[in-house]
């Protein structure tokens, strides 16, 4: 099964950035990476960059940080290199061999794979994939999808969501140490998803189309509850793990 990337980042790309659930998830992750403790060199590899939105700010927030984002689409590199000018920006398959310069074998301090995995046929040979550009110790943040699809989902390509369970397994299967996993966003993150259940494959219509003021207005209301979702329990649809690239020999 193949995603048709190109065309989604061209319809999408506006109304994704506006997804007031992009903004929490990225509150999410540089909690997880938790940078501002980092005093030597910070090489974050992004996996799954799409069309750059947290490799801008993760760049605004962290200035001397060193970025290369890898991503399928050749349409979302290139939105994330004119987002991003001082970034490096690969187009790789994670289903594959990394095909990326040997410059970056175990070059990566910390590595970000956010919202990937749910698109991938095989999450734990495409987390293998990328160990081989990862420096011993290196830390990884994921966060995937938890709780029930809806038509959206389904139209850009979500093969399946995730249990806290399925996501541990997965990154033990691949070779990682499992730091810390946490189900955030509850109660409000998971009623801003039952919501876009709701809205069925009128979602889909409407992503593509300049945002009505209801959406715009509902977009506003979810911005501040998430402000109230608690980030430490199982509960919430939104799964975030922090792992570790072993300092062992790689087997």
């Given amino acids: 099964m193949t995603d048709d990337w190109e065309r989604h980042w ?16 990225r509150e999410l992750i540089f909690r997880g990476l938790d940078l501002d403790h980092e005093s030597g060199p910070i090489r974050l590899l992004e996996l799954g960059c799409g069309q750059g939105e947290l490799s801008a700010e993760l760049k605004r927030r962290y200035p001397r940080l060193e970025l290369v984002g890898l ?14 000018p001082s970034a490096v920006f690969f187009q790789q398959d994670l289903a594959q061999p990394m095909r990326i310069s040997e410059r970056y074998r175990g070059w990566a301090t910390h590595a970000v794979c956010s919202e990937v995995l749910e698109h991938l046929d095989d999450p734990t040979g495409a987390l293998r994939n990328v160990r081989s550009r990862l420096a011993p110790g290196a830390q990884l943040v994921i966060t995937v999808p938890a709780g029930p699809m ?4 389904k139209h850009i390509g979500h093969r399946a969501h995730f249990t806290p369970a399925r996501l541990r397994r997965i990154l033990i299967e691949a070779g990682f140490e499992v730091r810390s996993l946490v189900g955030a ?36 209301a979810f ?8 980030s430490d329990t199982l509960r919430g649809w939104q799964l975030m793990a922090v792992a570790v690239e072993p300092t062992s020999t790689r087997g």
């Fill in 10 to 25: 061209s319809a999408y790309a506006d109304s994704n950035a506006l997804n007031p659930a992009q903004a929490y998830r």
């Fill in 71 to 84: 991503d399928l689409s050749q349409k979302g590199i290139e939105i994330a290199q004119a987002k991003v």
């Fill in 150 to 153: 809806s038509a959206f989902d």
């Fill in 185 to 220: 966003g509850f109660p409000f993150f998971n009623l801003y998803r039952l919501t876009v259940i709701a809205r069925g494959r009128r979602l889909i219509d409407d992503a593509g189309c300049k945002l009505p003021v209801s959406a715009k207005a509902a977009i506003w």
């Fill in 223 to 230: 911005t501040r509850l998430f402000r109230l979702n608690k």
